[in-house]
């Protein structure tokens, strides 16, 4: 669960813009951006969300609510064996 957080949060830092780049791009007479100030503020909260999220995942993970991490430690048997995807054969069902 931690690569998982730090890839989440590494790509919510990364997507991140600030409205101040529009505002110094237009202090300076370079107006010809193009790129409107919802679009930015859209761009803002979903990487805040992002970033909010990476963070409970984090959490939960280290107070083992991950279902993997959880049947790691509350396990008697090996953790790579009780957090194996299970190798039993899967029937479709029939369409007749």
């Known amino acids: 669960f ?3 957080f730090g890839l989440l949060f590494f790509v919510s830092t990364v997507s991140y813009c600030h409205p101040a780049q529009l505002e110094i791009d237009y202090q300076n007479g370079n ?25 409970a ?3 939960f993970g280290l107070l083992c609510f991950d279902r993997f991490t959880s ?8 953790p790579v064996a009780s957090t ?4 039993g054969k899967y029937d479709a069902p029939s369409l007749s």
């Open 2 to 4: 931690l690569a998982r």
């Open 31 to 55: 107006d010809t951006s193009g790129i409107p100030m919802s679009a930015v503020v859209f761009q803002m909260v979903a990487s805040s969300v992002l970033a909010c999220c990476s963070f």
């Open 57 to 59: 995942y984090l959490l």
């Open 71 to 78: 049947r790691a430690f509350l396990s008697t048997q090996d």
């Open 84 to 87: 194996a995807i299970p190798s």
